[in-house]
């Protein structure tokens, strides 16, 4: 959990709409910090740097301030698609999905089902509150103040 640093300061409020659309940038090879004194959101190439991060890796390093953001391996997106899947009430269109997930490149072949029953749409607004949810969770295990944006 977070606690104050040594000057007493709290982690800045987040709103979980940027932390989720942060970890929507998720990919492999890249690690993502959240800077808790200042609300800033960082992304950083796992392992070759270039110069320009080299800077940012420094800081990083040095301070306390940077908390590291949920990666893809902590997001399990195959356990997202399979809770959208869940959720489609035409039992043809969920065993079509189903079997996507199942063969092989699942990724690819469940966004070609989500395309072609016109799923798309509700599929990505389903794993953005997803994320939503994570990002709640991981402020909470983190100690990080957190609200939803007003609509």
Known sequence: MFVRDKA?????MMYLEDIAGKLDETMDHWEQYLNV????LESLPDGMYLDADEELVERIEASTDYVHL??????????????FAE????????????RALRG?????????????????SAYY???????????????????????AKER
């Not at 607004?125 to 609200?147: K, Q, T, V």
Request: glycine share 4%.
């Open 87 to 98: 959720t489609v009430s035409d039992k043809q269109k969920q065993a079509e999905l189903f």
């Open 70 to 83: 949920p990666n893809q391996y902590d997001i399990h997106e195959y356990r997202i698609m399979e809770q």
């Open 125 to 147: 607004d389903f794993r953005f509150l997803a994320f939503m949810e994570i990002a709640r969770e991981w402020c909470e295990d983190n100690g990080i103040p957190y609200r």
């Open 37 to 40: 004194a200042t609300g800033e």
């Open 104 to 120: 092989k490149r699942p990724f690819r072949r469940f966004k070609d089902e989500l395309n072609y029953f016109r799923l798309t």
């Open 8 to 12: 007493g300061r709290q982690p800045v």
